[in-house]
């Protein structure tokens, strides 16, 4: 079935209400719905065609209005078997008493957002919307190559639950999120959790707040946990806030830290637990192999924790383990439960993760407590709401509202 590309173009006054037009009686397509500032995109520049658009329908011109967000493009079902490729752009207008409208819309109205859900519009207006004002964390979910699987599922939950606070339900900005960043198995995870277990945008703040809460106690009582085990001389690779946690909490005799090409954080990581006074090695990548042999414990982060016990990590850590298990040395791993999915292991498709699977590891140590790699599926199934959000992302289910 082919899709028809268009621009959708809200534009927004000072104090954050936003512009809807009734299409005309004769439009040729949803005669009498509300809109944003729509129109077909074919081979210009979709930016560029958002802006004629908004010249020919309220006659603001580039210099009226100023660029808030754009979001990726969004599948939308129409009707009659019509698909829809939206592309949303935000802008915001100085002096809204400029906008001329001309014979394609009958009237004007500027509305709270959370009126998106109440309105007769053309479909998927709410969705677009979303994806433009949050473009921004999809973005970031997408590009930033800093900061871990945790960090970046609190930034999509964080989104979703504002999203939330505007009066509408964020199910398409959640797979958004989540598709952003597909190595990153956890975000699509963290979101999916929250999404499937509310049935109202109330629900998901409430649902957000939950998770976003207990990830923050997570790392301390994962460093409890571990204490007995971070004794002699300890081995990490990259640069995990949840070992880290652990190992400031348990100072071991010494630690060696990986370098973690491309990327090289591990210098960034040895660096800080040296300024903690811990004892620090740093060893370069080609030789962490060998030095794992002479180590008392492998002790590594986790980006994607699978339903069977398989890692999604920095890349270099099957390795790592595969050589700590040669070596009979056990191997760790630091997870927060909001880094558990209950889909199936893949390869990841970036050059930053790899894949390790259950054998390589010996246990998980969690906020829930510590399970044997084979055993990590008993602790999926029980997690609430993590196997139906993740049907839900994939759209095998439909949210319980």
Excluded at 87 to 110: G, H, K, S, T
Excluded at 114 to 128: M, S
Aim: aromatic share 4%.
């Amino acid at each position: 079935m082919s899709e028809t590309a268009v621009v959708t173009a809200f534009v927004e006054a000072p104090d954050g209400r936003i512009l809807l037009l009734r299409r005309a009686p004769s439009a040729r397509t949803y005669a009498g719905r509300w809109s944003g500032v729509s129109g077909y995109l074919e081979e210009d520049d979709a930016h560029e065609r958002a802006l004629l658009e908004l010249a020919e329908e309220t006659g603001l011109g580039s210099g009226d209005v100023e660029l808030l967000g754009t979001g990726p493009p969004l599948a939308v079902a129409g009707e009659e078997d019509d698909r829809w490729l939206v592309y949303p752009f935000r802008f915001r207008c100085a002096d809204p008493a400029r906008i001329d409208l001309n014979e394609e819309n009958a009237e004007l109205v500027w509305i709270e957002p959370r009126e998106l859900a109440e309105r007769e519009t053309v479909p998927g207006l709410a969705d677009a919307y979303l994806h433009a004002r949050f473009g921004d964390r999809i973005d970031a979910i997408a590009n930033d190559r800093s900061r871990g699987a945790s960090a970046l599922a609190a930034v999509a939950v964080g989104a979703v639950a504002e999203a939330a606070e505007l009066g509408l339900f964020p199910l398409e900005l959640g797979r958004a999120l989540a598709a952003a960043r597909p190595s990153m198995g956890a975000v699509g995870s963290a979101v999916g959790r929250v999404l499937a277990a509310a049935r109202e945008p109330d629900q998901v703040v409430a649902e957000a707040q939950g998770l976003l809460s207990a990830r923050e106690r997570a790392p301390r009582a994962i460093a409890v946990l571990l204490q007995p085990d971070l004794t002699g001389t300890v081995m990490t690779h990259s640069a995990s806030a949840t070992v880290r946690e652990a190992l400031l909490h348990s100072p071991p005799d010494r630690v060696v830290c990986t370098v973690s090409e491309p990327i090289g954080e591990g210098r960034g990581f040895s660096e800080e637990l040296s300024a903690q006074g811990l004892t620090v090695e740093l060893v370069a990548d080609e030789d962490a192999e060998e030095a794992v042999s002479t180590v008392d414990l492998l002790l590594i982060g986790a980006d994607t924790v699978f339903r069977d016990g398989s890692l999604a990590n920095k890349t270099g850590t099957s390795s790592l383990c595969r050589g700590a298990r040669e070596a009979g040395v056990p191997v760790v791993v630091a997870c927060e439960t909001i880094k558990l999915s209950a889909s199936q292991p893949r390869e990841p498709d970036e050059e930053l993760f790899d894949l390790t699977p259950a054998g390589g590891i010996d246990r998980y140590v969690t906020e829930d407590g510590a399970f044997p790699s084979g055993e990590v599926h008993t602790l999926v199934d029980r997690t609430p709401f993590l196997r139906e959000g993740h049907e839900l992302l994939l759209g095998q289910a439909s949210p319980a509202r």
